[in-house]
């Protein structure tokens, strides 16, 4: 009986489980529904688990038992398709669970930690995988059998020279509109080379690859079908491996290939090119398309490729060992030595013998199919998670990239050696062969988030063949005679261990943390390099110095090797960038990726006089990025490396005495007290400043400095290269973007952490008046913007005696300590809490008479008889600080008075006649809780994340304020402050600090994606502020010690309740497409409320907008586009009113017009020079010994800010913004029939958009309606009533009228 009880429990936690997941759409519950009804498949799909285990044993049931058994079975496949031996009793009711169960019950709760995530992969395997000999692929293999027949019986064509083979091939690219050259690689064959091209039908011609074998799947570029055409191995000769002799035949073959299946039948049905394999131009290949008109082809979205290959035993394979050179200095520079030492080209060298192994691996992966079931189910789940994150095809700015080499074959092999090992090296397996196709993927994921393939090779035969001392990574295949990863760069490698440990941290993570299945595998932007990295460069580079000269070269001949063994000019770019770069900024970056622009016909390549470009993404570390000084070695110990130091830097590299006493080279980009600006652009100046001076890249608009600018150019290195004065150009949008987050009246000695000392300063002065006080103030809790670092710009200081046109107030509500003689009648307390201000300000004052203080009371004279519930700003005091030069206002904190307004509402509620009453005390508690309770816990959780966690998240936050500003859409009436946060805090909270941005452009760009993607209406936004916040190196050293879980987060109780919430919502229909963004501490969303309807869409529509923008900017190298980004369109808006310039108080937070100039002007850099001093004798050594008396404290310009007059006289009212008070009128007289916009940072527009319910259409004439009505003769009456229309030429006028002194101007638009 013990044993039935539990298993009676453990149904009933797994069934609880389902409930905690049962909040899922309504395409889940179908999965679900189909996976119950269809026992046989998920016992198929738990057959290689069941294989491990005992046999199955036969089984017995009671008549009395069928319906428990009927029940327990519904029960487990409901709860994620476990298989039905688990719930079958089992001989005796106290038998043991088998291996099988045990197994099973690990797959669903321990291994996936949802049971839908399982469902869900085996869904997106039926949908995505692609199998021959099936309904769906029967014109496809109809078609390969064609291409078959054709490439058989192709015509040979007679061996001939160079010249002659090229002639044929220019004549029958006319008749066949072909391509009119031969694809020969660089560098192509040199005059009177002794070389015979001639041509035979392939010897072998079969499908190979992962169409093949069971695992092609579909992506978001389709699928590939290789099909290999074996050369004859009469065609080559002994030595043809050397100096390029193979390629140019198999080049030659290539293109007879496209001729005879040009000419064929095969024409009608497919569009034919030539491209090239894994981007090396010594592999092209044909490439066959299916025609649109073609359906039964064309809906497959896949695309044949033609390999031509040679027999194995045709050369030999020890001969192209990664140590050995095959390309002869005297081939490539004419007199240059045979007899010295040569230099390895292990990448030439695989590329061959890969051609000569292609059937054996095919042959190897299938014996590995054969003995794991599920092995090509897994490999088809690498395939799709890396064709979403792969770059190939997707566009930025209009052009194409080109994709990376680690591809679907790479991957798969990875797997194989987890799951068979192999080698002399002793490397065992990693995978066991029984295990699903989920659990090798996961198992593959955490190997390859883990794994540095440089540092620890693999091998899987039994010899390394020299691979390991020719350097890069390693991953030998099962012959020992190619390394599978030859021609994969590092920086590849990096982004894909990136990518993984991301991937393997969300499968580790606890069930009810966010959709896993979706951003594994769904995720449409994972390949978006502007989401992918933290700053994004677009530089065009010349390809000449990269193609192989003919006649003397002055860069060593082991270089030239070097560059021309990647097999095309633009990977060895793109290699020599990374490195440059990587190394150059190793310890500020994570991952440093070079992709390039993708070449319109592999024709385009061997064109030298052009430029190409290239992407350069870096992912910042969020710490190291933000420093000034970067160290160098110490020039004694390490000469050498100090040489190198001083040839990257040149002029920037500085001999520096530091704290330590140490004597070290350092490069240094900054004062010390540098603003969180001038930080933010540190890491793309010294990319910039790298490129410009090894590869004459000049960058426009400028991101270097005038400092940059006068030594980048001095001494350059030997290595660099020289273009001639045709250098290339660079762009980068990170310095540039942040720019609009300036004000016209930014202050230099304006900074969040003076603000911060202020308030902690106001508090010790508060503090320590307890004697003078009723009751001890016992602390004060900030709910201001500029207090937590999201403020647009840090609060200004300014003399208390100062006059400003608008003085910024800095709420903090004052707490004291707890009494008990607090009055229970709400009117009374407020006047106690006045008394309490009162005697506060009188105390203040008296001890800081330097200080301003200033009382407000809008409810005096009035008494608990007028039946007015007071606000909870509605007594407060405004203290003019002397030593920080900022306003607090100050209001009390009591709990008593929430306990009461709380406690009227309920009353209230409870009688329905007084509805309105009740609703007015419940709007009251709510204001009450918004500015005491719910703003101060906002503030904190704001300021944790700002200021301990993220450093780009406060940039990011006042960016995005800027962007809804400056499209009228940031304010109470639209998108709370508050909410703004939320929406960009999200950024940095959905997948923890493994993947939260690093630069304000990142998280800009990200927060844009959210609002333009987000389905509001069915998907629940959290925002997590209890998210991991673990440093990026912890989190790898974690994953080098195979530790996946992941710390922090919100638990599955806490998200269970805030997705209860919004179900609820949604089934009650109160969420209509709002935005609206739930926490932990809220999970109802009330705090800030939901945004319209119609701001969201708005939101939608912008953000899309501006992200198109920002990708012109990417495709036409230049960042004319980026203003639009923050300037909004005014043709949708029904009225326009324009306000007097010269009356809005907030004018000077306007952004400088020198920010929407192309090429900003250089006054308007903020940054603070270092050393504003005269000039040192050259002879001084360390240059950061300056005489203290030459720098300058922020103390001496402490009250050093821009003043300005108010434009209505009142000097010194805090927080005085006539067209605020202006847009609340409006808003509270005609907030139904007209939705109104304002730019809260002195925009000098108010834009009004009439609501089509309430002004667009006659209604029948009452008494009641509460608007500016006129007649509408030209309706029909409805019940003999007349019909009325919205008066808006008359609501116009009053607009007018109310305005007066303000409004300039009104402009009516669409009537």
Request: net charge negative.
């Amino acid at each position: 009986m013990a044993a039935k009880k539990t298993a009676t429990e453990n149904r009933s936690k797994r069934k609880s489980a389902v409930i905690d997941n049962a909040q899922i759409k309504k395409k889940k519950a179908q999965l679900v529904e189909q996976v119950s009804e269809s026992d046989s498949e998920i016992s198929n799909s738990d057959e290689s688990m069941a294989s491990a285990s005992d046999s199955e044993e036969e089984e017995e049931e009671d008549d009395n038992e069928d319906e428990e058994e009927h029940d327990e079975d519904e029960e487990s496949r409901s709860a994620g398709g476990i298989n039905k031996t688990l719930v079958e009793k089992k001989k005796g009711l106290g038998s043991k669970p088998t291996n099988a169960e045990i197994m099973a019950l690990n797959e669903t709760a321990l291994l996936f930690k949802s049971n839908l995530f399982k469902l869900q992969v085996d869904e997106l395997l039926s949908e995505t995988l692609v199998m021959s000999n099936t309904k769906e692929t029967r014109g496809l293999d109809a078609a390969l059998k064609q291409i078959r027949d054709v490439l058989l019986q192709l015509s040979p064509v007679a061996e001939m020279s160079v010249d002659a083979a090229s002639k044929m091939v220019r004549k029958l690219g006319r008749v066949c509109n072909g391509p009119s050259s031969i694809p020969f690689p660089d560098p192509a064959p040199p005059a009177g080379m002794t070389i015979q091209l001639g041509f035979r039908a392939p010897s072998v011609v079969n499908v190979v690859g992962s169409y093949a074998l069971g695992m092609a799947a579909r992506t978001r570029t389709g699928f590939n079908v290789d099909v290999i055409a074996q050369m004859p191995s009469e065609l080559f000769q002994e030595r043809d491996h050397l100096n390029m002799r193979y390629f140019y035949k198999r080049a030659f073959y290539v293109s007879m290939l496209y001729t005879g299946l040009k000419q064929s039948a095969l024409s009608e049905s497919f569009e034919m090119s030539i491209d090239c394999m894994r981007n090396d131009l010594r592999l092209p290949v044909v490439t066959l398309r299916p025609r649109s008109d073609i359906r039964q082809l064309a809906k497959l979205d896949c695309c044949v490729r033609i390999v031509p290959t040679v027999a194995s035993d045709k050369f030999s394979l020890r001969r192209l060992g990664a140590d050995r050179n095959s390309i002869r200095p005297s081939f490539l520079i004419q007199g240059a030595s045979d007899e010295d030492e040569l230099p390895a080209t292990p990448q030439y060298n695989a590329a061959l013998s890969a051609d000569a192994l292609m059937v054996t691996h095919m042959s190897y992966l299938f014996e590995i199919t054969s003995v794991c079931a599920d092995f090509a189910r897994a490999a088809a789940l690498l395939r799709i998670w890396h064709g979403q994150r792969n770059t190939h095809g997707r566009k930025i700015g209009g052009q194409k990239l080109a994709g990376g080499r680690i591809n679907g074959f790479v991957l798969t092999m990875v797997l194989a050696w987890l799951v068979r090992g192999g080698g002399n090296k002793g490397n065992g397996s990693r995978l066991s062969t029984g295990l699903g196709a989920h659990q090798l993927f996961k198992g593959a994921m955490e190997f390859l988030g883990a794994h540095d393939f440089e540092e620890q090779p693999l091998w899987m035969g039994d010899s390394d063949a020299g691979f390991a001392a020719s350097g890069g990574p390693v991953l030998v295949d099962p012959t020992a005679s190619v390394n599978i990863l030859a021609g994969v760069q590092e920086w590849e490698l990096a982004e894909l261990r990136l990518a993984a440990r991301a991937t393997a941290l969300d499968l580790n993570a606890s069930g009810g943390s966010g959709d896993q299945f979706s951003r594994v595998f769904l995720s449409p932007d994972s390949g978006d390099i502007l989401l992918r990295y933290d700053h994004v460069l677009r530089i065009s580079v010349p390809l000449g110095p990269f193609f192989a000269p003919r006649h003397g070269f002055n860069a060593p001949i082991a270089r030239r090797l070097a560059e021309l063994d990647h097999g095309h000019p633009v990977a060895a770019v793109q290699a020599r960038l990374a490195a440059l770069i990587g190394s150059a900024l190793e310890s500020q970056t994570r991952a440093v990726a070079v992709h390039a622009a993708a070449d319109d016909s592999i024709a385009d390549v061997v064109h030298t006089n052009r430029t190409h470009v290239f992407f350069v993404g870096l992912v910042a570390n969020a710490e190291a990025s933000l420093r000034v000084v970067t160290m160098g070695p110490d020039p004694d110990s390490e000469p050498q490396a100090a040489a190198r130091f001083r040839a990257l830097w040149g002029e920037r590299a500085e001999l520096r005495r530091f704290r330590d006493s140490a004597i070290r080279l350092a490069s240094v980009w900054g004062a010390a007290n540098a603003s969180p600006e001038t930080r933010a652009t540190v890491l793309p100046r010294m990319a910039a400043y790298l490129l410009r001076r090894h590869f004459s890249v000049h960058s426009s608009p400028e991101v270097l400095t005038d400092e940059d600018l006068e030594v980048v150019d001095q001494n350059p290195p030997k290595a660099a290269l020289e273009f001639a004065g045709t250098g290339g150009s660079l762009l980068c949008l990170s310095s540039r973007v942040v720019d609009f987050t300036q004000t016209i009246d930014s202050s230099l000695n304006s900074s969040f952490e003076a603000a911060l000392n202020g308030l902690e300063a106001l508090g010790s002065e508060l503090r320590g008046l307890e004697d003078q006080l009723p009751l001890r103030v016992l602390s004060l809790h900030a709910n201001a913007p500029g207090l937590r670092y999201t403020s647009l710009a840090p609060p200004k200081p300014l003399a208390p005696s100062d006059e400003d046109a608008y003085i910024e107030p800095l709420p903090v509500s004052v707490e004291f300590t707890s009494s008990t003689r607090w009055p229970d009648d709400l009117m009374a307390l407020h006047k106690v809490k006045s008394a309490f201000l009162l005697r506060l300000a009188e105390c203040y004052g008296a001890a800081h008479p330097e200080a301003v203080t200033t009382m407000v009371d809008s409810l005096l004279g009035y008494s608990a008889a007028d039946g007015i519930l007071p606000a909870p700003d509605a007594c407060y005091l405004d203290i003019r600080h002397a030593t920080s030069g900022l306003a607090f206002r100050l209001a009390v904190y009591v709990d008593r008075e929430g306990a009461l307004l709380e406690k009227r509402a309920t009353d209230l509620d409870r009688v329905p006649v007084l509805a309105e009453q009740a609703a007015a005390a419940r709007a009251a508690y709510q204001r009450w809780l918004r500015y005491h309770v719910w703003g101060p816990r906002h503030h904190r959780l704001m300021l944790g994340l700002c200021q301990r966690h993220h450093p780009a998240a406060s940039q990011t936050v006042r960016l995005f304020k800027r962007w809804l500003s400056r499209h009228m859409l940031l304010g109470p009436h639209a998108v709370s402050e508050e909410t703004a946060e939320l929406v960009a805090a999200h950024a940095f909270t959905v997948n923890g600090s493994e993947g939260a941005p690093a630069s304000a452009l990142a998280g800009f760009v990200r927060t844009l994606r959210m609002l333009a993607d987000w389905r509001w209406k069915l998907d629940l936004c959290v925002v997590d502020f209890a998210v991991s916040t673990e440093k990026d190196d912890a989190v790898e050293d974690r994953a080098a010690a195979g530790v996946w879980t992941v710390s922090g987060g919100m638990s599955d109780e806490a998200r269970t309740a805030v997705q209860k919430e919004f179900d609820d919502a949604l089934a009650h229909e109160k969420i209509k497409g709002c935005l609206r963004v739930a926490t932990e501490h809220d999970p109802k969303a009330e705090w800030w409320g939901a945004v319209s309807p119609v701001i969201t869409r708005r939101l939608s529509t912008l953000a899309r907008a501006s992200l198109a923008c920002m990708d012109a900017c990417f495709g036409g190298s230049s960042d004319k586009h980026l203003p639009q980004v923050f300037t909004t369109p005014l043709d949708d808006y029904s009225i326009i009113v324009k306000l007097d310039r010269d009356a809005i108080c907030r004018k000077y937070e306007q952004p400088p017009t020198s920010v929407f100039e192309t090429i900003p002007s250089k006054d308007d850099d903020m940054a603070v020079d270092e050393d504003q001093s005269p000039e040192l004798p050259k002879s001084e050594i360390f240059k950061n010994l300056l005489p203290s008396i030459q720098k300058q404290t922020t103390a001496n310009v402490q009250f050093q800010s821009k003043r300005h007059s108010n434009p209505f006289g009142q000097a010194g009212i805090i927080g005085f913004d006539p067209v605020s008070m202006y847009m609340r009128d409006l808003v509270s007289v005609y907030g139904d029939s007209l939705i109104l916009f304002n730019d809260v940072y002195g925009g000098s527009i108010i834009a009004g958009l009439w609501n089509p319910a309430v002004a667009g259409r006659p209604v029948p004439f009452a008494a009641s309606i509460h608007a500016n009505m006129r007649p509408a003769p030209e309706a029909e009456p409805v019940k003999k009533r007349p019909m009325a229309l919205y008066n808006k030429t008359a609501v116009v006028e009053e607009i007018i009228r109310l305005g007066e002194g303000l409004v300039e101007d009104v402009v009516v638009q669409g009537q």
